[in-house]
């Protein structure tokens, strides 16, 4: 007799699964991380490796000796989460100090929890902010780009300003005179900054993948930008001296980074559409309060950090529609 | 043709497979012995009143039914009543069931009209289509088998504006309703006047997914070519997106009505009939036969010949499998029914019945990875549920047993589709759980209510 | 300065008084008359809180013990996993026979070995709704589904499936008697039986009530009733439930013979002393036990 399968209906699944969504997303941070190649060199491929070696190593060795539950690095979520952690600090960043950041990321950010789905913050995130706490020097301290075909692959970094740290210390006026801030080398990359955030059209390339393969939906990233954008663009009519255009806020930072790979995080972000509309508000306006009144110069990694915490209540807040609930208003 | 309309909140689309669909129907040979099952429908059994050693015709009546939901069953063959005994059903529990020794002529119970001839006067009143449909043990054959005259029965109070039929065929593979349409056109178009006459109105609308053009091609032409005797009713066509065919989705579609939670159809004035029902009700009114054959496709990515077979009642569905070219090899899953709510197979022997709609032999689960991961809360399938429901928290509190939470979740709202769990890429059996919970909770409602 | 803190001192007095008055007033007002006995019930019970009997505390526990003795004149499958709940009976007034140590046993047999499977499930591990999707992997209708609901729902630890027969399996140091897995388990296989003179039982270790031959289709242990223990039984303590032998432990004087003449060996004895070995001393305690009528 055949061992015939017993299962409850439905007996035909969709391909997709976790994994594919999780290198989808990886794949979609390629493009970023080759620019980030060609403008640090050495440093950022150095930074990756550790970065994703060490949170896939944390995960092992929690779920190996500690959870003694089934090992899962291979589904690819932790390396995520080391590349978006490299993604977001200063490519010259101490190895030790990488290393630190991994273990807090998926230690404290992730297993602590219970691991992949049940965290309630962005792993990444909490690995980054911790770092920018505990080694604030190290976290504030940008190389400045130097494209590998002029300096050569291993070249010394030299550090330098962001525009957002310009803008927090000398105000708008000195930024806007610097005139390697030009608009088209802020998309392209040509600043300082984090190593993953800088190209914002390379970043960009990535987010329509992911919109194409519907890995994210386009109503958090919108709703973000929107805001930032609406916001900033309110105080720069009321005082363009002070205050620099919107769509510089936009370019600038880890906004773009954001928005796009670190706000759409389905773990830690809310699940219904007008959930994400608010979510992407509240990161928006809560960013644009830090970047022009607060003591950082950037505020996108607290913001979405602050949110995530929410994003229970928002869940609880926007259910779908029941069908069938309507009341007959109509009739 | 009309502008195509669908249902708007959730859905999937999942391959559609339909390889039997230029197959034409075939009569199937009966075997020797054929063994009826007397609990076809959903309610209760029926009540046997024949005994061993009996001589039935065919069509007489072996089984009246017993409560308001259950159906009459009827002998599908002439021949002896072996033995009354228990019988293995697709799940591998014994239900009770006719064992019948076919004779190899069939001989009808009198007042049955044989012939093909298609009778397009309606002489029965409304009431009296209803009894009709009553006495001759129709169920909705789409594979619920919910009894046909329940449905056709417009409580006091209440009026039927449209009837529709459903024939969205929004199950991937099967195609037995799709094949009947195509053959039976004028028959099945008599029926769904019937149903319209039975229910009273004047209006009847046969909702069809565009995966069938030619059908909708042909309804239309037929309709056309007699405008008298079908006037009233109409072909719409539907976008081809699962589940189309859930009686509330297709209501929503065609008519813009949301059947209120925990209502039924009725209240929005409409009464949903199936293809392979409606086609019985014609047989049953117009040539006074009552339901003992149905098309059963026999299907599956593997199997060699995939079939759409004419089918008495009792017949064991390993003879259906064999007919199609017998079971091949690489098979790990048998399916009675659809892929997105048939139900898995124990043993192929069982007997079909009134709700078989198709076997599908299910392949090695296509090479998918189907390990279980952690929900990574996704909200695909609370964006999938055509119901508007959470499932991801359904699954979570039916796990922990909270049916208070389950309850005010609106898990009774489910029409078990299975569109979430066809969406869920952390492979978590969604529907499982959404099943016990509702299960439990329903269990706790009815006791309440009880008090 | 004095002042000051004269004003504050008299003020808070004042207050703290007030407040006192206020939540006097109210306690008398709102007081909740309670039965007594719940106290002392209670008294005898851990404190801890533990949950463990199934009840939100102690308390709950005993007030459910209260409510039932005043009900039913019994604490059945009520337990405590730490306290021998006969001084709880005493305390509420009633016998030590009401009070019967018990212990869950699993009338199934259908092991991986004993009825081999024929499908393999996959899907949600529960018991009450793959009972829903089939019969059971060996094609047994009454048998155990081996996915656990009652291991879920045991508050003592007390059961755990085997892996080697795919059947659970139950602690009798840490089973209570509670009944939960009993009411838990979609087919009814397990019952609450006394746990017998000496910890010594018999029970037919089978739930199938369908027909010898079907039985024998799916399951190499499973009771065919043949009823031949029935007639070897001298005290009249089996009956037969359908086509299933049953025996009632209050007529059982755990003689033994019936296991003996069962042909599928589906009667169980526990505890009791292996025939060859040592007959001579073991053999004596049940028959001492004969001269002693167990009240029923």
Known sequence: MNNYTISGSPHVHSTENTRKIMYRVILALIPALLVALYYFGWYALRLTLVTVITCMLTEWLIQMFLIKGPITINDGSAALTGLLLAFNVPANLPVWMAIVGSVVAIGIGKMAFGGLGKNPFNPALVGRVFMLVSFPTAMTTWPQVQPIFSKGFFADAVTGPTPLGILKESGAETLSQLDNMQFLDMVLGNRGGAFGEICAIALLLGAIYLICRKVIDIATPLSILLTVFVFTGIFYLIDPIHYIAPWYHIVYGGLILGAFFMATDMVTTPMTTKGKILFGFGVGAITVVIRLWGAYPEGVSFAILIMNAFTPLINKAFKPQVFGTVKPSKQ | ?451 | MSHTLLISLIVLGVLGAVLAVVLYIVAQKFKVEENPLIDEAEACLPGANCGGCGFAGCRALAEACVKQAAEKGNIDGLACPGTDMGKVAAVLGLTAAAFEPKIAVVRCNGSCQNSPAKVHYEGADICAFASTLYAGKGGCSKGCMGLGDCVKKCNFGALHIDKETGLPVVDPDKCVGCGVCARTCPRGIIEIRPRGKNDRRIYVCCSNTDKGALVVKNCSAGCIGCQKCLKECPFGAIEMKGNLAYIDPAKCKTCGKCAKVCPRGAIHTVNFPTPKPKAEQPAEAPKVELEKPVTA
Not at chain 2, 75 to 102: C, E, L, N, Q, W
Not at chain 2, 271 to 276: C, D
Not at chain 2, 279 to 297: D, G, S
Not at chain 2, 365 to 371: L, N, W
């Open chain 2, 1 to 451: 043709m009309n502008p195509i309309k669908t249902f708007k909140k959730g859905g999937v689309h999942p391959e559609e497979n339909k390889f039997s669909a230029d197959q034409p129907i075939q009569d199937f040979p009966m075997p020797k012995q054929i063994i009826v099952p007397l609990g076809q429908c959903l309610g209760a059994p029926a009540d046997c009143i024949v005994n061993k050693g009996d001589r039935v015709l065919t069509g007489q009546l072996i089984g009246t039914a017993k409560g308001f939901v259950s159906a009459n069953v009827h002998s599908p063959a002439t021949g002896t009543v072996a033995k009354i005994d228990v019988v293995m059903d697709h799940t591998g529990y014994y239900k009770p069931a006719v064992f019948i020794d076919r004779e190899e002529q069939d001989e009808w119970a009198p007042g049955i009209i044989v012939t093909d001839e298609l009778l397009t006067d309606i002489k029965l009143d409304g009431k009296a289509i209803i009894d009709k449909v009553k006495e001759c043990g129709i169920v909705g054959m789409g594979g619920a088998t919910f009894p046909t005259h329940v449905k056709m029965m417009v409580p006091e109070g209440k009026k039927a504006e449209y009837v529709i039929i459903n024939a969205a065929e929004c199950e991937p593979y099967l195609t037995c309703d799709y094949r009947l349409l195509l053959e039976k056109t004028q028959e099945f178009l008599m029926g769904v006047k019937i149903v319209m006459k039975g229910v009273g109105t004047e209006h009847g609308i046969i909702g069809i997914e565009t995966n069938k053009m030619p059908a909708i091609e042909l309804l239309e032409k037929t309709i056309k070519a007699h405008p008298e005797r079908y006037a009233g009713i109409e072909v719409q066509p539907l976008k081809t997106k699962y589940p189309q065919g859930g009686e509330k989705q297709i209501i929503k579609a065609i008519t813009g009505r949301e059947v209120p939670s925990g209502k039924l159809p009725i209240e929005t004035g409409c009464v949903v009939v199936n293809v392979a029902s409606t086609f019985a009700i014609y047989e049953a009114v117009q040539k006074n036969k009552p339901l003992i054959e149905r098309i059963v496709t026999v299907t599956g990515k593997s199997i060699k010949k995939p079939s759409n077979f004419r089918c008495r009642f009792g017949v064991p569905a390993d003879l259906l499998i064999e007919a199609a070219g017998g079971l091949p090899e690489d098979i790990t899953d048998v399916i009675n029914g659809g892929p997105m709510m048939g139900k898995s197979v124990s043993v192929t022997s069982f007997p079909t019945m009134k709700g078989t709609s198709g076997i599908l032999l299910m392949t090695l689960r296509d090479a998918q990875d189907r390990r279980q991961t952690n929900c990574i809360r996704c909200g695909r399938c609370a964006k999938a549920c055509p119901m508007g429901l959470q499932p991801f928290l359904l699954h979570k509190v039916a796990k922990l047993n909270d049916f208070d939470e389950t309850e005010k979740n609106h898990i009774m709202d489910c029409i078990e589709c299975g569109s979430c769990e066809y969406t869920c890429p952390a492979n978590i059996p969604l529907l499982d759980y959404i099943r016990y919970g509702k299960a439990k909770t329903g269990a706790i409602i009815k006791a309440r209510n009880q008090k």
